[in-house]
């Protein structure tokens, strides 16, 4: 019992922190803030270092942010996923692939903790891979991002069709990525127009064909959406004023 009011105690006090960290507008700000995390014990929070080195990743001072990180002895992968982001965002990116591989190296799940790779580490760390222009490197965690299979997203496939055109190694791979991005957003045509300028640098006319049509198609659809919508009128049958009574509030 003791234990579960110790928790909620801390619970309280990390949420009291939250909306003064979200108003941190600069460094000085957030070493005040962190001096008074320490004096409440709370110096090990994973939750509140996060939120701390998401305001260093917005302030750019990533040496903070790694000071913040250094001094929590057991970092979950909030926390991994936070330096990864922060690292990734200010084009540090082989510390943000550093963090990437300390992260493989605690998913062992013989660990009372172990840490894993999620749908919020790929997406920066491919990002990075593909700042540092390296192929391999980035088929490498292609390999492990199918291998942990976290749900596929429209921010993930971005990002490995950014890897691979940049790359430039091998745009077939790119075109998978974009043909899943697809199936996420059949109806985006910006999707259709990078896939088509992809298959124009590979020569694939005929892909380049079938996503002109399929932007041709999705055109016409937004405009029967429009010209639909405007047709449309919505008719609210309202009591006149003397039969509504407000002394009790509304009715539901």
């Given at each position: 019992?003791?234990?579960?009011?110790?928790?909620?105690?801390?619970?309280e006090l990390e949420n009291f922190f939250v909306p003064i960290l979200q108003n941190c507008k600069n460094i000085v700000e957030l070493k005040s803030i962190h001096a008074h995390v320490i004096k409440y014990s709370?110096?090990?929070?994973?939750?509140?270092?996060?939120?701390?080195?998401?305001?260093?990743?917005?302030?750019?001072?990533?040496?903070?942010?790694?000071?913040?990180?250094?001094?929590?002895?057991?970092?979950?992968?909030?926390?991994?996923?936070?330096?990864?982001?922060?690292?990734?965002?200010?084009?540090?990116?082989?510390?943000?692939?550093?963090?990437?591989?300390?992260?493989?190296?605690?998913?062992?799940?013989?660990?009372?903790?172990?840490?894993?790779?999620?749908?919020?580490?790929?997406?920066?760390?491919?990002?990075?891979?593909?700042?540092?222009?390296?192929?391999?490197?980035?088929?490498?965690?292609?390999?492990?991002?199918?291998?942990?299979?976290?749900?596929?997203?429209?921010?993930?496939?971005?990002?490995?069709?950014?890897?691979?055109?940049?790359?430039?190694?091998?745009?077939?791979?790119?075109?998978?990525?974009?043909?899943?991005?697809?199936?996420?957003?059949?109806?985006?045509?910006?999707?259709?127009?990078?896939?088509?300028?992809?298959?124009?640098?590979?020569?694939?006319?005929?892909?380049?064909?079938?996503?002109?049509?399929?932007?041709?198609?999705?055109?016409?659809?937004?405009?029967?959406?429009?010209?639909?919508?405007?047709?449309?009128?919505?008719?609210?049958?309202?009591?006149?004023?003397?039969?509504?009574?407000?002394?009790?509030?509304?009715?539901?």
């Amino acid at each position: 019992m003791a234990t579960r009011i110790g928790a909620l105690k801390i619970r309280e006090l990390e949420n009291f922190f939250v909306p003064i960290l979200q108003n941190c507008k600069n460094i000085v700000e957030l070493k005040s803030i962190h001096a008074h995390v320490i004096k409440y014990s709370l110096s090990q929070s994973n939750f509140l270092v996060t939120k701390m080195i998401d305001v260093c990743d917005k302030c750019e001072d990533l040496g903070y942010a790694s000071l913040l990180f250094n001094q929590v002895k057991e970092p979950n992968g909030y926390l991994y996923n936070a330096m990864i982001r922060a690292y990734t965002h200010n084009e540090g990116y082989t510390s943000a692939i550093l963090f990437y591989k300390e992260m493989l190296r605690l998913k062992d799940p013989e660990r009372e903790n172990p840490i894993f790779p999620d749908r919020f580490t790929f997406p920066f760390v491919i990002k990075s891979c593909s700042g540092l222009v390296r192929y391999n490197l980035g088929k490498q965690v292609h390999a492990h991002l199918c291998k942990f299979g976290p749900r596929s997203n429209i921010t993930m496939e971005n990002a490995l069709i950014d890897m691979y055109t940049k790359t430039h190694s091998n745009l077939d791979f790119a075109i998978i990525a974009m043909e899943h991005l697809e199936e996420l957003e059949p109806d985006d045509t910006g999707n259709y127009v990078l896939l088509s300028n992809i298959y124009a640098d590979l020569g694939k006319w005929d892909g380049v064909s079938r996503m002109r049509k399929l932007i041709k198609s999705s055109c016409n659809k937004s405009r029967q959406l429009v010209m639909k919508c405007k047709t449309c009128t919505v008719k609210l049958e309202l009591p006149p004023p003397t039969q509504l009574n407000f002394k009790h509030g509304l009715a539901g």
